[in-house]
């Protein structure tokens, strides 16, 4: 019996299959991966997850999704089939998402940054949506509304200013950040790869993938300088 997939990883835009001379074709592929992913992570059980996006987002063959999974071809296949009917029916759901194209969501990302990095509770509530959602994958842990998100991570995340150096990143089709986190010798360390949905209103969810394992996919070092400058570790890895 082989275990079944409880949560994604990242995917870095740098590595979502596109023909980036064109910029239809960047646009088409965001939107793929966007709408896949809200589809795995809301509505598919965890091998229909893992499927979707070994197939239709990182382009694998059925054979080498069926052995990576220990299934068969035909079984991979038919997941397949019931994973795009979902999402079909979770379509409505990706007009919500939108690209950090316009400048208030640009400076909704700096100041989200900005509170993290200053340890800043209250100004980070600020940019949550009332009914925002924090996912900490691998964990199961999960909290649901600006009130719970931000009591959370001002006793239990936050520490005190400088403790956090955050680098923009780009997975799943979405704007994020790798953060790293401080240690005792003053070294900031790989911690966790944050992949962030924005609305109109704000950030309606964070997902924050605390496994520093992920930082190779994007091409970053498992440890800062501390002496770097803040603005030039707000960067664009991944994009």
Do not use: C, K
């Not at 382009?59 to 991979?76: C, D, I, K, N």
């Not at 979405?174 to 992949?195: C, I, N, S």
């Amino acid at each position: 019996m082989h275990a079944e997939v409880p949560w994604l990883q990242p995917v870095p835009d740098d590595l979502i299959s596109a023909d980036f001379a064109d910029p239809a074709s960047i646009v088409g592929s965001h939107s793929s991966v966007r709408l896949a992913l809200i589809a795995a992570l809301q509505h598919l059980p965890p091998r229909q997850r893992a499927v979707l996006i070994l197939r239709d987002v990182l382009r694998w063959q059925a054979s080498e999704t069926a052995e990576l999974l220990g299934t068969t071809t035909t079984a991979v296949n038919s997941m397949l089939r019931r994973a795009r009917t979902q999402i079909s029916q979770a379509a409505s759901v990706a007009d919500d998402i939108r690209e950090p194209a316009d400048r208030r969501q640009r400076e909704l990302l700096d100041r989200y940054a900005a509170a993290f990095e200053n340890a800043d509770g209250v100004a980070l509530s600020r940019l949550l949506r009332e009914d925002a959602v924090l996912e900490m994958p691998p964990s199961p842990t999960w909290f649901a509304g600006r009130e719970a998100i931000a009591l959370f991570l001002t006793t239990r995340v936050l520490g005190q200013p400088g403790d956090f150096r955050l680098v923009r990143v780009a997975a799943n089709g979405q704007p994020g950040f790798a953060a790293y986190l401080r240690d005792t010798g003053g070294q900031y360390r790989a911690h966790a790869v944050q992949v962030l949905t924005l609305d109109g209103a704000g950030i309606t969810r964070v997902v924050s993938f605390n496994q520093p394992e992920l930082f190779a996919m994007f091409g970053l070092p498992p440890v800062l300088s501390p002496d770097l400058p803040p603005d030039s570790a707000t960067g664009t890895a991944g994009r």
